[in-house]
């Protein structure tokens, strides 16, 4: 009976100790827009990136930037109700998004873009310090949905 207890808890802790967000699921740009305009107060960031094999130094800034934020923040953190994707911005299912959203695929091949949203309230963030001020406008919009805007 003790091992059942046991093993109980270790499948419990196991199962809290995985991904603390969510994979945003998605075929198409169509697909990500619908769940924006969903009028719902899940939080979605979205990693926009040029892959740009040639290019060494966006290759690794691409690289550079998912990894610190699976990793660095989004493992660390129990966000409830967030939702992660990375784009290639060169895909075409993704121009209509993009569109939408004002990020230009030009840009992406200087740096990688984030976005962030939550009930129709968002950030495009690009730069050195994307992460450091998604954190801030993060922060903003979960202040923001606890108070109910």
């Known amino acids: 009976m003790k091992w059942v207890i046991a093993f109980t808890l270790v499948l419990s802790f196991l199962a809290f100790s995985e991904c603390r967000y969510h994979d945003l699921k998605h075929k198409t740009g169509d697909d990500i827009l619908h769940l924006l305009k969903a009028g719902n107060h899940d939080i979605y960031m979205l990693a926009f990136y040029h ?89 903003e919009l979960l202040e923001n949905r606890d108070h109910g805007f």
């Open 51 to 139: 892959p740009s094999e040639g290019h060494q130094h966006l290759s690794s800034s691409n690289h550079h930037l998912v990894e610190r934020l699976q990793s660095g923040f989004l493992e660390k953190n129990d966000i409830k109700d967030l939702y992660f994707a990375a784009i290639d911005a060169t895909n075409p299912t993704y121009s209509q998004l993009m569109a939408e959203l004002e990020i230009d695929v030009d840009d992406l091949i200087v740096e990688p873009t984030l976005f962030l949203m939550e009930h129709g309230n968002g950030f495009v963030i690009t730069g050195p310090r994307a992460i450091q001020e998604m954190k801030m406008n993060l922060n």
